[in-house]
């Protein structure tokens, strides 16, 4: 029984039919015509593929002088650090590191402070010294602001001659030593 069911005519002659259709579908010029399309996209293909090779090629070129660049900055950067820890090695041997709490704080004036202080001072002098003679000439300066400016300028000269002072005692003092 499982031979009649294997060689069934009907079975059989169905699939003579497949096969007939198959074979004249090969003969026909459908067949040329797919085959000449697959040519084409196999051209297609390949140049593509050709292209991306390049593409891959160029990138891995760059990649290989980014990575030899920056491994020569790598090594620079380590030669640099090198260094300064040298410096920092002679610097920590050479001069000890004042500790905050041994450090006697100092008691700093800006420069600013001590200039509105000198200002001040001349400003009172400079009154006093106007008041004794009074003219309009002191009046019209102290009215217009123009009295702040002269101050400035003796002040600056009053620096100026301490300034020179100073050096002229230290010059002497060096010299007799």
């Known amino acids: 029984m499982t031979q009649s069911n294997s060689y069934n005519p009907v079975k059989m002659a169905e699939k003579l039919e497949k096969y007939k259709q198959i074979l004249t579908t090969l ?14 996209e196999k051209g297609g293909l390949t140049t593509e593929l050709a292209q991306l090779k390049e593409r891959v090629e160029m990138l891995e070129k760059g990649d290989k002088l980014n990575i030899n660049s920056l491994s020569e900055k790598v090594q620079s950067l380590q030669g640099q650090i090198e260094r300064l820890k040298k410096e920092v090695e002679l610097l920590a041997e050479t001069k000890p590191m004042p500790s905050v709490e ?55 000269s009053l620096l100026g001659s301490k300034k020179t002072s100073l050096q002229k005692k230290h010059h002497s003092s060096s010299k007799s030593e």
Request: glycine share 2%; no cysteine.
């Open 27 to 40: 003969r026909t010029e459908s067949v040329v015509e797919d085959y000449v399309k697959l040519k084409e």
């Open 102 to 156: 041994k450090a006697p704080k100092k008691k700093k004036t800006s420069d600013y402070k001590r200039l509105r202080n000198m200002l001040q001072t001349s400003k009172k002098v400079e009154v006093v010294s106007d008041e004794s003679t009074p003219s309009y000439n002191t009046i019209s300066h102290s009215k217009r602001g123009d009295y702040h400016h002269s101050a400035l300028k003796k002040s600056r």
